[in-house]
């Protein structure tokens, strides 16, 4: 099984920040990653796909990077409604996992 | 509007058996394949099982295979697992996900029902 880590578990930040979190694999999943924003109270919602492909409707501040093993979701400019926990997930292979979460705040 | 909505949770035994159900429209559901994912506080986010859009492949995590078993109904729009020998640590918020493309890939996901195992 891939198992997934994310660093930092929780990142402090203001409006108008760039922040980077960090996704690492257990072993190769190649590009097979999604990027996941979840709120208090709702579903986690898709940002990005195949590590870097923006999902329809995602704004373009929202960016993805890397394969491999180790990946990293981009926010420049961060908005208030980006304060939100940020999940990993990769597809590469069954069973699917997730990473335990990156909370803004 | 793609809906996916999500029903049958509660309160049951330690032992005891629930039917979770997932009812999708605004979009073609016997062309996706879906998933059921479940939330807890203490583990996260943890996939449970997949099936394909004929279910002809189906697939689960460990921790619920032999106990857990997903189907679909197309005509009706539905997905569904069954869940037998209910534990504790199996109390969670279950979703059910719809896949984009590639198997685990999922785009959308339901609100979400909740399941309390417990004496």
């Known amino acids: 099984d891939a198992q997934m880590t994310q660093s930092p578990s929780t990142l402090s930040a203001s409006v108008g920040d760039s922040i980077t979190i960090s996704c690492r694999a257990s072993h190769n999943i190649h590009n097979w990653l999604a990027w996941y924003q979840q709120k208090p109270g709702k579903a986690p919602k898709l940002l990005i796909y195949l590590a870097s492909n923006l999902e329809s409707g995602v704004p373009s501040r929202f960016g993805g990077s890397g394969s491999g093993t180790e990946f990293s979701l981009t926010i420049s400019s961060l908005q208030p409604d980006d304060f939100a926990t940020y999940y990993c997930?990769?597809?590469?292979?069954?069973?699917?996992?997730f990473g335990p979460g990156t909370k803004v705040d | 509007e793609v809906q996916l909505v999500e029903s049958g949770g509660g309160l049951v035994k330690p032992g005891g058996s629930l039917r979770l159900s997932c009812a999708a429209s605004g979009f073609p559901f016997s062309s996706y394949s879906m998933n059921w994912i479940r939330q807890t506080p203490e583990k996260g986010l943890e996939w449970l099982s997949y099936i394909n859009w004929n279910s002809g492949d189906t697939r689960y995590a460990d921790s619920v295979r032999g106990r857990f078993t997903i189907s679909r109904d197309n005509a009706r729009g539905s997905l569904y697992l069954q869940m037998n020998s209910l534990r504790a640590d199996d109390s969670a918020l279950y979703y059910c996900?719809?896949?984009?493309?590639?198997?685990?890939?999922?785009?959308?996901w339901g609100q979400g029902t909740l399941v309390t195992v417990s004496s």
């Open positions: 996900a719809r896949d984009k493309g590639s198997a685990g890939n999922s785009d959308f």
């Open positions: 997930h990769q597809y590469n292979n069954f069973p699917f996992t």
